[in-house]
């Protein structure tokens, strides 16, 4: 979705701009003003070469109240980008030029949006990155390589040489935040073991992503021969049920001599078994090396773990001398949001946020179930917990006692609040609009939608959490609900490391209510425990300095900075 710079320009005259509307006769130009009476604005800014729209993804009566036509943050009217403007379009280089960029605005303007300073890419990356960009193109969907790869995938016989082309498919699904975790995480490992990317194209990536790599697809094409949706955990394909049978064969069972089956699932979901996790050890890593196709089915962050297999490391070190900056870097490379939802997030950011002096981003997640149904409150000890992290860390003032406020203090907070219910961010908005703050700064809350319950497979429902989950990312400070994907997806993009919210146990705040996070990076949920070397299980969050258990999740394991700790 883009905007219309006729229309744009007869909002502003309505808004109280000079200017007159478009020429046409009077019935026209009466029916035409009724519809904007009716109608918010913001509804009929639409790019025809866009494509058509799916609908405003947040709830129009949220928008026009406060929109002030001056909030444009030095952007044209038609969202086209400016050589005026100073910012980093290429994101460090992680970028290239070529792109049409019509097609995909958020790719060339992320950075337009987010006022952090980022943390620079190294140029091994960026070198990486191209190479990869190349292999895409030349083994990618269409090409004679792919095309001889798919023949070679139907074939029954083992496979005992190697090939200019292998690939890595990833079937997407859980959430938004999960599913952004998988990719990256999926993409790091093409990246470390040459491998093409493609991913499912059945699962509205095309809807909510454009494609990152020049001259290419990554969606899997439609005429692919394997029924891959029916792959579980108990398929014979699965790499840990062959390990299990002693069906790969050879002078041990995962021997380099062994002949290699032409594809092997990998089942990496979080219900994995201990054979599926022995992916992450370094004998079974040289096997999957020579298997010209991978199937991989993940919901999780699996980065930590690749960085403690030793054929691994000395590459993570020179493509991340900054050892938190995986998610960062990658999903700013990999991630671009489509149209429709990039200029969902922009407009409101520019509505409501773009002229606070601070944005503070509060994500709030709520983990409270009833039989099988996710119940997110009214929880009053959650806001109580929302409130003493933001006042207890001094990201929002104090609420004074008395009406009576500090003078000549004009600064404005907007806070940014992403929930499935729309209680808190109210009982937050009341309490800042009944009382003045003691130093006299003005907090205004904003909540761009509140679904009530998470829609995994709803179209509208993923591309509204995308756009949050971007919003999130163009905060000044942000605070974040523990064991939330979501809040890890909107840190990394951002560079901001978050305050975490830690999980409340038995409807009681935790003391303290929330912390400081180590580092940018997501954490691994369900990370494995088993020491590949000794085979034997160990405590893997004390193996190399740069991987820690996670703050929020005492069983799982995040990358941290060693020049940070």
């Not at 290429?90 to 970028?95: I, R, W």
């Not at 809350?445 to 591309?463: A, G, T």
């Not at 190399?544 to 069983?555: A, I, N």
């Amino acid at each position: 979705m883009g905007r219309s710079g006729e229309g744009a320009r007869w909002l502003r005259a309505g808004a109280g701009a000079k200017g007159k509307p478009p020429r046409g006769g009077a019935a026209q130009r009466f029916g035409l003003s009724v519809f904007f009476l009716l109608i918010p604005a913001v509804l009929l800014l639409q790019r025809r070469q866009a494509g058509p729209a799916p609908g405003w993804l947040f709830r129009a009566d949220l928008f026009l109240p406060e929109v002030n036509p001056d909030i444009r943050d030095d952007m044209p009217d038609d969202l086209s980008p400016s050589a005026q403007i100073d910012y980093d379009r290429l994101l460090g280089g992680l970028l290239i030029e070529g792109f049409d960029e019509r097609s995909c605005r958020s790719r060339y303007q992320f950075a337009r949006y987010h006022r952090n300073a980022a943390r620079v890419p190294s140029p091994y990356l960026i070198e990486r990155l191209r190479r990869q960009e190349a292999l895409q193109k030349k083994c990618g969907p269409g090409t004679k390589s792919y095309n001889n790869a798919v023949k070679q995938l139907m074939s029954t016989q083992s496979i005992n040489g190697t090939s200019d082309c292998n690939y890595l498919f990833l079937i997407i699904h859980a959430g938004m935040g999960n599913r952004m975790l998988e990719i990256t995480s999926a993409f790091l490992y093409a990246l470390l073991t040459g491998r093409v990317l493609l991913v499912d194209r059945y699962k509205q990536i095309a809807n909510t992503f454009c494609e990152p790599f020049p001259g290419t697809s990554w969606l899997i094409p439609s005429d692919f021969p394997l029924s891959y949706s029916e792959f579980t955990e108990r398929s014979p394909e699965s790499y840990g049920n062959m390990l299990q049978e002693n069906v790969i064969r050879g002078n041990t069972y995962r021997s380099l001599a062994s002949a290699r089956p032409p594809y092997v699932y990998l089942h990496l979901d979080g219900d994995y078994a201990f054979h599926d996790k022995l992916f992450y050890c370094e004998d079974d890593q040289q096997f999957l090396q020579g298997v010209p196709w991978l199937i991989m089915r993940t919901d999780m962050y699996f980065v930590p773990s690749l960085f403690l297999i030793p054929s691994f490391q000395d590459e993570l070190s020179k493509l991340f001398p900054e050892k938190d900056t995986v998610f960062h870097h990658l999903g700013r490379y990999l991630l671009h949001p489509t149209n429709d939802i990039w200029y969902s997030a922009t407009t409101y950011y520019r509505a409501y946020l773009a002229k606070a002096d601070k944005v503070v981003g509060i994500q709030i997640r709520i983990f409270e179930k009833k039989g099988i149904l996710q119940r997110n409150g009214p929880f009053p000890h959650v806001l109580e917990q929302i409130l003493s992290c933001v006042q207890g860390e001094k990201l929002l003032p104090q609420i004074g006692v008395t009406d009576g406020a500090a003078a000549g203090n004009n600064r404005t907070i907007a806070v940014l609040a992403t929930s499935l219910s729309s209680w808190y961010s109210d009982q937050i908005r009341e309490r800042y609009s009944e009382h003045r703050t003691v130093d006299g700064t003005t907090v205004k809350v904003y909540q761009p939608s509140h679904e009530e319950y998470q829609k995994k497979k709803n179209r509208k429902h993923n591309m509204k959490a995308l756009a949050e989950i971007y919003l999130l990312s163009m905060s000044d400070v942000l605070i974040t609900s523990g064991f939330s994907t979501f809040g890890y997806v909107a840190q990394g993009l951002a560079g901001l490391t978050p305050w975490i919210m830690y999980r409340p146990e038995n409807h009681v705040v935790p003391e303290p209510p929330c912390g400081r996070a180590m580092s940018i990076e997501p954490c691994f949920h369900q990370a494995p425990y088993f020491d590949c070397k000794a085979k034997r299980d160990a405590d893997l969050g004390k193996v190399v300095p740069y991987v820690r258990h996670c703050e929020d999740v005492s069983w799982g394991l995040k990358i941290v900075n060693e020049t940070r700790l």
